[in-house]
Every structure is written in C-alpha cells, then in structure tokens.
C-alpha cells in the first residue's frame, strides 16, 4: 500500500477508535478523534520511512520497530499510541497487498505474505484499505466490549486521550 491508503486506515480507523471509546459523539468525541488520529497517523508513517535510506519493507517494517513503538512509552511516557499506527501500516501491507514484509529482519530476509491484497496503486487499493480498516474495527470493538471499562479508561486517560 502507498502513503494515501495508510493515512486513509489511520485516520478512519482513529474515528472509530474515538466512536468506540467515547460514544456521545460530542466535544469529548471530537478530543478523543483528535487524540487518536495525531499519534495513530505518525505511527502508520513511520515503517515507510525505510524507503528514503534502506531496504523497504525490512528496514522498519518487522517486528523489531513494532517493539520498539510499543515499549517507549513504558519508558519515555509519551507516544502511547503511536504503535497502534505501526501495527496497522504492518497489518494494511499484509492483507492489503501482494508483497510480504520481513517481519524477522534482520534476523531473517525471508518475506512473510498472504495470498490476498492487490498490487500498490491498484484501483481497487482504496477498497481494500477500507475493508482492512472495518476488521480492523471489528476486531477493536470486540476487545473493547471484553476489556473492563476500568481499565481501558485508565489506558487513555494515561495515553492523554481521556
């Protein structure tokens, strides 16, 4: 996928993250757009930054830069969700697109894909990002609905969204 179709699933996948956390759909529904949607677009940005310097979809496309994203918070108390963005730019180029990614690199160059997607700049990519991001939601819905209230309005409320 290029850049429109991973900016695109960050910022709906965000709205429905906000929907899904905050229902009312008034001003604090709109905070929390805003709250998911600044560190969810960087974070579906930043594995293609490998394409200016080193091997695209090895460089930061593994699981190495996911646990990166995901452990700095726990040590530098910002960008909590900054990772969610990460996960999904790996999740839209796996299900998305014909071309795998190398999640062990760089302690392995094999390519991991599906035998699904459609090739970068195809007219259906669109499509197929929206798809992406509706399991995406379906699958955040599901975990939200599961998870305690307590705890998950103590997660944003720690991540600055609530």
Known sequence: MNKREH?????????????LTHPAGDAT????VVGFAVPVVLGALVPDVDTAFGSHRKTFHNLATLGV?????????NLELVWIGVATHFVLDLLGS????????????????LPIGVTTGSRYAT??????????????????AE???QLLEGGLRAAGVF
Do not use: C, H, Q
Not at 29 to 32: L, V
């Open 98 to 113: 014909k071309r795998g990614l190398a999640l062990l690199y760089p302690l392995d160059s094999a390519e991991f894909d």
């Open 7 to 19: 900016v695109i699933n960050a910022v709906v996948l965000s709205v429905g993250l906000a929907y």
């Open 29 to 32: 529904t709109a905070r929390a």
């Open 127 to 144: 499509g197929v990002t929206l798809a992406v991001t509706a399991v995406e939601l379906a699958i955040a819905a599901a975990l939200i």
């Open 147 to 149: 998870v305690p209230r």
């Open 69 to 77: 994203f995901v452990g700095y918070p726990l040590y530098f108390d």
